[in-house]
């Protein structure tokens, strides 16, 4: 018993010493660290923001500016987060367009050889209506704009223009290639009507071959007559360019029931944590909550807007009290007239408000690769240096260039912005079409972008960045 007694001991006082050695060794280590696993591990085991993003798609799907689904949305939004808890959310107002699908669109095309073919058809935001009749005409196929003048009048007066330039499929970054042939979908239908088109079609923007039309604004020129235009799913480009060559006389007809009415009243979510030490200083971070009808907006930009509601959510569950306001702002109108975005860094100058950092969040909810920031080169390579923070996330990079189009305005304020970048690669699959639904949302690849954002306002608001 006596040798028993002694063994026990001896169990006892080595667990006491190995505790005491384990503590000391937590305390060594950095506590930002620790901090910053916890901030992952909170974002990784928690559903109230993949639940709240379904709830968004299923329910407001078709949020298009100033439409009933908008505001919806907005009342959605304001409500999950008075739920949140958070300290403050309101409503800031804001005029924004009224543009309406109505009628699905039809199209079809119709060639001697192959005869009547249907087609996967879109209208282009903010475009005008065909009528009731429709329009029916030639087509001339283009690969982009400069091929116009040299057509001309001649060539394209009465005739439907067709915009047949891809994507680039060789670049590595799709945010390049389409920027590549956007100009097609926004600029095409003035520059086509300035020699007498009557209507334009659109090769869809995305790397993917599929049957989904990517819709998206267009811009008419003042004093250009206004044509109808829409977006012809990849696959549809290719059977249309193929019979044009079979078949130059093929006809191509299409019907819209688009119309822009008068501007409505709409509004800008906030939702705000009060800073504890500076809390007129402010960090903004957002999404646009507006997106494009044909689906539910689920990766553009539902994703973002909840992102950035999960900023304010683990920051309040882990205890966090940052010196600094912490905004989450639900932006509205991205997509057609950025207008939410101008109104909220106009109310910022007016009312002298701080703009210390911002950060948007608006390329789809996928596997975040880094954040890129826009600052004095001076402020860039501090915040270059939170790089070693992110070691959980693999090969992570803090880059020089970021923004968004709704922080865009702040730059004026002085305010470092920048943009949570995620791969790339299946962005285009969903941007803009029916594709964009919940069920494309991965949460664990959603999630660690959540904990990305929440891990870079915090080390800026923990070191004054």
């Keep these: 018993a006596k040798i028993m007694s002694v063994s026990a001991g001896r169990v006892l006082i080595w667990g006491f010493l190995w505790v005491v050695v384990w503590t000391m060794e937590m305390l060594s280590q950095d506590n930002t660290d620790l901090r910053i696993k916890e901030i992952l591990w909170e974002a990784l085991s928690d559903r109230t923001a993949y639940e709240n993003l379904r709830v968004l798609c299923l329910t407001t799907a078709g949020r298009v500016t100033g439409s009933g689904k908008a505001e919806e949305a907005l009342e959605l939004t304001f409500r999950m987060m008075e739920a949140l808890g958070f300290d403050t959310v309101y409503r800031q107002p804001v005029e924004v367009p009224h543009w309406v699908r109505g009628e699905k669109e039809k199209a079809w095309l119709k060639s001697k050889r192959s005869g009547k073919i249907p087609l996967s058809v879109a209208a282009l935001g903010m475009s005008a209506g065909t009528g009731s009749g429709g329009i029916k005409g030639q087509v001339v196929e283009v690969k982009g704009l400069e091929e116009l003048p040299a057509l001309g009048k001649e060539r394209l007066k009465g005739k439907i223009v067709f915009f047949n330039r891809p994507m680039d499929v060789t670049l590595v970054n799709t945010f390049s290639a389409y920027g590549g042939v956007a100009d097609q979908r926004t600029l095409g239908a003035s520059a086509a009507a300035e020699y007498g088109a009557s209507g334009v079609i659109v090769r869809s923007l995305t790397t993917a071959l599929d049957d989904f039309p990517h819709t998206g604004v267009l811009r008419y020129k003042e004093g250009v007559p206004e044509i109808p235009a829409v977006a012809i799913s990849t696959l549809d480009a290719e059977v249309l360019s193929r019979t044009l060559k079979d078949d130059p006389e093929t006809e191509l007809?299409?019907?819209?029931?688009?119309?822009?009415?008068?501007?409505?009243?709409?509004?800008?979510?906030?939702?705000?944590?009060?800073?504890?030490?500076?809390?007129?200083?402010?960090?903004t971070v957002g999404g646009h909550l507006d997106a494009w009808d044909p689906g539910e907006g689920a990766h553009d930009d539902g994703a973002g807007c909840i992102q950035a509601m999960e900023v304010l959510r683990i920051m309040k569950e882990l205890a966090i009290h940052p010196k600094q306001t912490i905004r989450a702002v639900m932006f509205m109108d991205e997509e057609i007239a950025q207008r939410g975005g101008a109104a909220y860094a106009r109310q910022a100058e007016e009312r002298g408000e701080k703009h210390w950092f911002a950060l948007e969040s608006d390329r789809g909810g996928l596997t975040p690769l880094g954040i890129g920031i826009s600052a004095s080169p001076e402020r860039f390579?501090?915040?270059?240096?939170?790089?070693?923070?992110?070691?959980?996330?693999?090969?992570?990079?803090?880059?020089?260039?970021?923004?968004?189009?709704?922080?865009?305005?702040?730059?004026?304020?002085?305010?470092?912005?920048?943009?949570?970048?995620?791969?790339?690669?299946?962005?285009?699959?969903?941007?803009?079409?029916?594709?964009?639904?919940?069920?494309?949302?991965?949460?664990?690849e959603l999630q660690l972008g959540s904990a990305a954002i929440t891990s870079l306002v915090w080390l800026v608001d923990l070191f004054d960045l």
């Design 381 to 444: 390579k501090k915040m270059q240096e939170l790089e070693k923070y992110f070691t959980p996330w693999g090969n992570f990079r803090i880059s020089e260039r970021g923004g968004g189009v709704d922080i865009g305005p702040l730059r004026k304020l002085g305010t470092p912005l920048s943009t949570l970048i995620p791969d790339p690669q299946r962005y285009f699959d969903y941007h803009h079409s029916a594709n964009d639904t919940f069920e494309q949302i991965n949460i664990r």
């Design 253 to 283: 007809f299409f019907k819209t029931n688009c119309e822009t009415l008068p501007e409505v009243l709409s509004a800008n979510v906030i939702g705000e944590i009060r800073g504890s030490l500076y809390p007129e200083q402010i960090i």
